[in-house]
T-cell receptor
Framework: GAGVSQSPSNKVTEKGKDVELRCDPI?????LYWYRQSLGQGLEFLIY????????KSGLPSDRFSAERTGGSVSTLTIQRTQQEDSAVYLC????????????FGSGTRLTVV | QQQVKQSPQSLIVQKGGISIINCAYE??????FPWYQQFPGKGPALLIAIRPDVSEKKEGRFTISFNKSAKQFSLHIMDSQPGDSATYFC?????????????FGQGTTLQVKP
């Protein structure tokens, strides 16, 4: 597609429920990143996928968070047993391999845990 | 050592004035320093970037100044316009990490008054 597409754009869920956030990167971009942006905060790195290499999961805050990337394209970020502190905007970005940080971000999914 | 510190947190400038945002880093392995602009409800968009082999880069009204010895870099917006009102993030990454993972500053909310 022309840009990075994320869905849903907004998600309200009850505490304790599981949620899945989807990212569809730019066609041909082999690198995919997930970041989290809390209110008034910077962007916190979560996970990185590059081609068929093992993902860099070093930023995942707890074992309730997981992500996968199927077929080198679409990625899903899953949060199990959501907590109120998980409320944030989850941003996905893609790039051409290691492109020196020239990411293209999606518009994000705003997650609210009530 | 992975942090990027950004200041000020917020900035108000009159139309036509100069907006200056500063960032500092500790990790000397960082070798790519982009600035991102984010409008409400949108993902961050790459604005301008610099590598440490140059001390300044200019694109239109936007200039990055880079001081390698001080481990600082700054964004200057000349002739600031109301349409520049947004949140600005500095970031840094290292090619040696082989991930392209960006470390972001906390962000600066810029308001340009007409």
């Amino acid at each position: 597609g022309a840009g990075v597409s994320q869905s849903p754009s907004n998600k309200v869920t009850e505490k304790g429920k599981d949620v899945e956030l989807r990212c569809d990167p730019i066609s041909g971009h082999t690198a995919l990143y997930w970041y989290r942006q809390s209110l008034g905060q910077g962007l916190e790195f979560l996970i990185y996928f590059q081609g068929n290499s093992a993902p860099d999961k070093s930023g995942l805050p707890s074992d309730r968070f997981s992500a996968e990337r199927t077929g080198g394209s679409v990625s899903t970020l899953t949060i199990q047993r959501t907590q109120q502190e998980d409320s944030a905007v989850y941003l996905c970005a893609s790039s051409l391999e290691w492109s020196g940080g020239g990411y293209t971000f999606g518009s994000g999914t705003r997650l609210t845990v009530v | 050592q992975q942090q990027v510190k950004q200041s000020p947190q917020s900035l108000i400038v009159q139309k036509g004035g100069i907006s200056i945002i500063n960032c500092a880093y500790e990790n000397t392995a960082f070798d790519y320093f982009p600035w991102y602009q984010q409008f409400p409800g949108k993902g961050p968009a790459l604005l301008i970037a610099i590598r440490p082999d140059v001390s300044e880069k200019k694109e239109g009204r936007f200039t990055i100044s880079f001081n390698k010895s001080a481990k600082q870099f700054s964004l200057h917006i000349m002739d600031s316009q109301p349409g520049d009102s947004a949140t600005y993030f500095c970031a840094a990454s290292s090619a040696a990490s082989n991930t392209g993972k960006l470390i972001f500053g906390q962000g600066t909310t810029l308001q340009v008054k007409p």
